[in-house]
């Protein structure tokens, strides 16, 4: 009943969210947060182990299976400025703020707050940035920080909860090895299960087979890592970033189609859940913190979150610029100064997530002597207050200011998209030309059907760049040929619709079966899902 009751809420918000035009992440936390005001609702814990050993592995798989390599690979210098320098001036900053600006916290349990929440949550970061039309290399920087920083992160929180309980703060020394050793292991698992997976799969031609296979890999590098106590993140992180670059290969196309079906779906209800038990934790933040006023914890709240951001943003812009020129003087790459305003959108979306109020769950209730760890409450808090500051306020607030900027509307990837279809659609038809030009005579009217195929396509392409070039000025001739292309849409749509009313009378008459009708029905979605991409 529980798990219904949470898909149900989930399905209604989305679908809200997306009437409203907002990103569903928010709107599912703000759901969250008012339903756990309700009375005689089922109260639903936040299990760390549920969240770092269900939820976890395949929302990072599907985040990493995504990821842009080419900018990820480019922008690898800053990544690593955000997911490893950032994190530790986060962590250090807010230390030093907690043992002298708020009585209650002293260095050490400062140290395990920022731990807790100074990585930013990839799942978070792809849910939202993806839809705010920002440029490909602020999106990848942002994905790619929010893959790697857990690693930093968790080592941090690591650090933080052996010096909490030992009272002895850990060497530099050992903890750069044990950062490496988190990163390399991560690494190195992640590529071997990959390796593996990438073997069988190649055995493998049945869609939902491939589908459960696709399921269990992310599970395996994670529990594979944890065992050698190493990142299990990155190992995930890894192993999606490698099947995801060979998925062509050993992939068919029916079965392609199954699994990023069967992955989209998978990965919306698992986000949805996630972000709603985010809002339905605010009655077991509260339940432990009596000894503070509603205006106290308010407003350690804001100014915890205030301080976070504050952080972020002074480490961000000279940030960019040692990332920009370690870039040009190390690995040759041909980059401008950066622009300003991308920076300031970096710096603005730092958004955290279910992983951060995990850890914090997941911090020990009582120290190494017995006694009561009377600052865990009011981290839990605090984690609370910056998730629901970055995650609700900021991110509602990013489309206005990425418009106020004049960030938004990046045809970029449009851009690209477009020239990879031209000279995909050229080289295609060179080669049916050829073809054409060695067939025998019973042969030519089928490439010449083929041929008239993929010209209409180009045209329609080269139709669209010279009008996307004009900024929408057109001569009569390119008007002439854009409505001629509707038309024809219509048309197609129309006998489209022919066909779907013919199939259902025959089934509904019993001429034929539910199977006949899916398999024709699925040719008929292919192929409007073609024409759709085409337009």
């Given at each position: 009943?529980?798990?219904l009751f949470?898909?149900?809420?989930?399905a209604?918000?989305?679908?809200?969210?997306?009437?409203l035009n907002?990103p569903?992440?928010?709107l599912?936390?703000l759901?969250?947060l008012?339903i756990s005001?309700?009375?005689h609702?089922?109260?639903?814990?936040?299990?760390?182990?549920l969240?770092?050993?269900?939820f976890?592995?395949?929302?990072?798989?599907?985040a990493?299976w995504q990821?842009?390599w080419?900018?990820?690979?480019r922008?690898?210098?800053?990544?690593?400025m955000?997911?490893?320098g950032l994190?530790g001036?986060?962590?250090?900053?807010?230390?030093?703020?907690?043992?002298?600006?708020i009585?209650?916290l002293?260095?050490?349990s400062?140290?395990?707050?920022?731990a807790v929440a100074?990585?930013?949550d990839?799942?978070?970061?792809?849910?939202?940035a993806?839809s705010l039309?920002?440029?490909?290399r602020?999106?990848?920087?942002?994905?790619?920080?929010?893959?790697?920083?857990d690693?930093?992160?968790l080592?941090?929180?690591?650090l933080?909860?052996?010096?909490l309980?030992?009272?002895?703060?850990?060497s530099?020394g050992?903890s750069?090895?044990?950062?490496l050793?988190l990163?390399?292991?991560?690494i190195?698992?992640?590529?071997?299960?990959?390796?593996i997976?990438?073997?069988i799969?190649r055995w493998?031609s049945?869609?939902p087979?491939?589908m459960a296979?696709?399921?269990?890999?992310?599970?395996?590098?994670?529990?594979a890592?944890?065992?050698?106590?190493?990142?299990?993140?990155l190992a995930v992180?890894?192993?999606?970033?490698?099947?995801?670059?060979?998925?062509a290969?050993y992939?068919?196309?029916?079965?392609?189609?199954?699994?990023?079906?069967?992955?989209k779906?998978?990965?919306?209800?698992?986000?949805?859940?996630?972000?709603?038990l985010?809002?339905?934790?605010?009655p077991?933040?509260?339940?432990?913190?009596?000894?503070?006023?509603s205006?106290?914890l308010?407003?350690y709240?804001?100014v915890?979150?205030?301080?976070?951001?504050?952080?972020r943003?002074?480490w961000?812009f000279?940030?960019a610029?040692v990332?920009?020129w370690?870039?040009?003087a190390?690995?040759?790459?041909?980059?401008?100064?950066?622009?300003?305003?991308?920076?300031?959108?970096?710096g603005?979306?730092g958004m955290?997530?279910?992983?951060?109020l995990?850890?914090?769950?997941?911090?020990?209730?009582?120290l190494?002597?017995?006694?009561p760890?009377?600052?865990r409450?009011?981290i839990?808090?605090l984690?609370?207050?910056?998730?629901?500051?970055?995650?609700?306020?900021?991110?509602?607030?990013l489309?206005?200011?990425?418009?106020l900027?004049?960030?938004?509307?990046?045809?970029?990837v449009e851009e690209?998209?477009l020239?990879a279809r031209?000279?995909?659609l050229?080289?295609?038809?060179a080669?049916?030309?050829?073809?054409r030009?060695?067939?025998?005579?019973?042969e030519?009217?089928?490439?010449?059907?083929l041929l008239?195929?993929y010209?209409h396509?180009?045209e329609?392409?080269?139709?669209?760049d010279r009008?996307?070039?004009?900024?929408g000025?057109?001569n009569d001739?390119e008007?002439?040929?854009?409505q001629?292309?509707?038309r024809?849409g219509?048309?197609?749509?129309?006998?489209?619709?022919?066909?779907?009313r013919?199939?259902l009378e025959?089934?509904?008459?019993?001429a034929?079966?539910?199977?006949?009708?899916r398999?024709?029905?699925y040719?008929l979605d292919?192929?409007?899902?073609?024409?759709?991409?085409?337009e």
């Open positions: 009943m529980l798990c949470l898909l149900i809420v989930v209604i918000f989305a679908g809200l969210a997306r009437r907002l569903y992440p928010i599912l936390v759901a969250g008012a005001f309700i009375p609702v089922p109260r639903v814990p936040l299990n760390p182990d969240v770092f050993n269900v976890l592995p395949p929302l990072l798989y599907a990493a990821t842009n080419r900018e990820f690979r922008n690898i210098i800053s990544i690593f955000l997911a490893v994190v001036f986060t962590v250090l900053g807010i230390a030093f703020i907690a043992d002298h600006f009585t209650a002293d260095f050490r400062g140290f395990l707050l920022g100074a990585a930013t990839a799942v978070a970061a792809t849910s939202i993806r039309g920002l440029s490909p602020v999106t990848g920087l942002l994905e790619g920080e929010s893959l790697l920083n690693a930093t992160g080592l941090a929180l690591e933080g909860i052996a010096m309980l030992t009272g002895e703060a850990p530099i050992g750069l090895l044990r950062l050793w990163i390399v292991g991560g190195g698992i992640g590529l071997v299960v990959g390796r997976a990438n073997f799969e493998i049945d869609g087979l491939e296979v696709s399921l269990i890999v992310p599970y395996v590098a994670y529990l890592a944890e065992q050698i106590h190493a990142s299990a993140v992180v890894a192993c999606g970033l490698f099947l995801s670059r060979r998925s290969n992939l068919s196309a029916p079965a392609r189609i199954e699994i990023m079906s069967a992955w779906a998978l990965d919306f209800m698992l986000n949805g859940v996630v972000f709603l985010i809002g339905l934790q605010l077991y933040v509260l339940a432990g913190i009596h000894q503070y006023s205006w106290t308010l407003l709240g804001l915890f979150s205030l301080v976070m951001i504050v952080l943003m002074i961000v000279p940030g610029h990332s920009a370690v870039r040009r190390f690995l040759h790459q041909n980059l401008s100064a950066p622009d300003t305003r991308s920076v300031f959108i970096v603005w979306t955290r997530g279910v992983v951060a995990a850890a914090a769950f997941s911090l020990p209730i009582t190494s002597d017995g006694r760890f009377e600052q409450n009011l839990l808090f984690t609370f207050s910056i998730i629901f500051v970055t995650l609700v306020v900021q991110g509602l607030s489309p206005p200011l990425i418009r900027l004049g960030l938004d509307n990046n045809k970029e690209e998209e020239r031209y000279q995909v050229t080289r295609a038809i080669a049916l030309e050829r073809q030009a060695a067939a025998p005579p019973e030519e009217h089928d490439f010449d059907d008239d195929r010209r396509r180009l329609a392409i080269t139709v669209f009008l996307s070039r004009s900024a000025v057109a001739e008007r002439a040929t854009t001629r292309h509707q024809r219509a048309r197609l749509r129309e006998t489209m619709a022919v066909e779907r013919t199939l025959l089934r509904d008459s019993g034929i079966g539910d199977d006949v009708l398999r024709l029905e040719e292919l192929a409007e899902a073609r024409y759709d991409t085409r």
